[in-house]
């Protein structure tokens, strides 16, 4: 089975500043790879997905992130952040060819002047 | 913009009631999934469908109940609300491609009083 763990349940971070949110998973097979953002009262809306080949990959809102297999870690990253992000943002895997996601408990970026 | 649409999106309850949640999607996706969320903790599939005529229980035990009679249409029941199903449930899609992002509903808010 997939697991996901983010280890930091809130990153404060100051408006323009770099920001890193931490993802590392578990599986025994081949899998897929997802970045989320949920705003408040809504929906989630995917940022980025590592399916396969180049290890970094760039989402929308200028986040990116890369994905170390040595490691089983698919770090998100943002060189500046706006207060716009501010927000919860999940990492998930799922097996390839599946769609079943399993989720991370989720990151709370707070981004503030 | 994704096409898949929760109602209600918050409701209050008495215990004891019996409940549906609709969940609607227009791009002819096969797979639709709904997910449990409660606050700062992750999302917990709770039912899935992988076409007309097919359901099936999700990682999560659940005492809901699905039906998926038509593509389009995946609601979600609860034949007697109890506080516990207090939670926000989402609702999701995604086509026939297991290497496609899945798209989410703005989800529900449910809260049993």
């Known amino acids: 089975a997939q697991s996901v763990t983010q280890l930091d349940s809130q990153v404060p971070v100051f408006e323009e500043a770099p920001v890193e949110l931490r993802c590392n998973y578990s599986?025994?097979?081949?899998?897929?790879l997802f970045w989320y953002v949920q705003y408040p009262n809504q929906g989630l809306q995917l940022l980025l997905k590592y399916l396969s080949g180049s290890t970094l990959v760039k989402g929308i809102n200028g986040f990116e992130a890369e994905f170390n297999k040595s490691q089983t870690s698919f770090h998100l990253r943002k060189p500046s952040v706006h207060i716009s992000d501010t927000a919860e943002y999940f990492c998930?895997?799922?097996?390839?060819?599946?769609?079943?996601?399993?989720f991370g408990t989720g990151t709370r970026l707070l981004v503030s002047p | 913009e994704a096409d898949i649409y929760q109602t209600p999106r918050y409701l209050v309850i008495g215990t004891g009631k019996k409940i549906t949640l609709e969940c609607s999607q227009t791009?002819?996706?096969?797979?639709m999934y709904w997910y449990q969320q409660d606050p700062g903790m992750e999302l917990h599939l709770i039912h899935y469908?992988?076409?007309?005529?097919?359901?099936e229980k999700g990682d999560l035990s659940s005492e809901s109940t699905v039906s998926r009679i038509r593509t389009e249409h995946f609601p979600l029941t609860l034949e007697s609300a109890r506080p516990s199903h207090t939670s926000q449930y989402l609702c999701?899609?995604?086509?026939?491609?297991?290497?496609?992002?899945?798209?989410f509903g703005q989800g529900t808010r449910l809260t049993v009083v």
């Open positions: 599986s025994s097979v081949s899998v897929y």
């Open positions: 998930a895997v799922s097996r390839t060819g599946f769609q079943k996601l399993v």
């Open positions: 469908s992988y076409g007309v005529n097919s359901t």
């Open positions: 999701a899609s995604s086509d026939r491609e297991g290497n496609t992002e899945a798209f």
């Open positions: 791009m002819g996706h096969d797979k």
